[in-house]
């Protein structure tokens, strides 16, 4: 069983910056493909962005496109999901996602991922 943990969340300014991570025990992210999700208040969760397990392969939201840059160090066991430009709209509870050997065919499908993180909150004012 993985178990995942996010860090790096905060209040920015709009027009800033922020880098989550996902820290990852018990079991190496080698094996896992990645998602980062997030929910804001009164919304339904939103797929944000997915690497392969290498993270040769990356995958994002069209709104985060050009924004949002989704990495991974597997020797450090850590998702990165490095966030520019960030609008009052994003947001919101930023989760991240494992899915044990690849990802899911329906990325944004959170049901398909096998472990979840509980969590960071990004806050943007305008």
């Known amino acids: 069983q993985v178990q995942l943990v996010e860090s790096g969340g905060g209040l920015v300014q709009a027009g800033g910056s922020l880098r989550l991570s996902c820290a990852a025990s018990?079991?190496?992210?080698?094996?896992?493909?990645m998602a980062w999700f997030r929910q804001a208040p009164g919304n339904e969760r939103e797929f944000v962005a997915a690497?392969?397990?290498?993270?040769?392969?990356?995958y994002y939201a069209d709104s985060m496109k050009g924004r949002f840059t989704i990495s991974r160090d597997n020797a450090k066991n850590t998702l990165y999901l490095q966030m520019n430009s960030l609008k009052p709209e994003d947001t919101a509870i930023y989760y991240c996602?494992?899915?044990?050997?690849?990802?899911?065919?329906?990325?944004?499908?959170?049901?398909?991922?096998?472990?979840w993180g509980q969590g960071t909150q990004v806050t943007v004012s305008s």
């Open positions: 690497s392969s397990f290498s993270g040769e392969k990356t």
């Open positions: 018990r079991r190496t992210l080698s094996s896992y493909g």
């Open positions: 996602a494992a899915k044990y050997v690849g990802l899911p065919s329906k990325l944004q499908e959170g049901d398909e991922y096998d472990y």
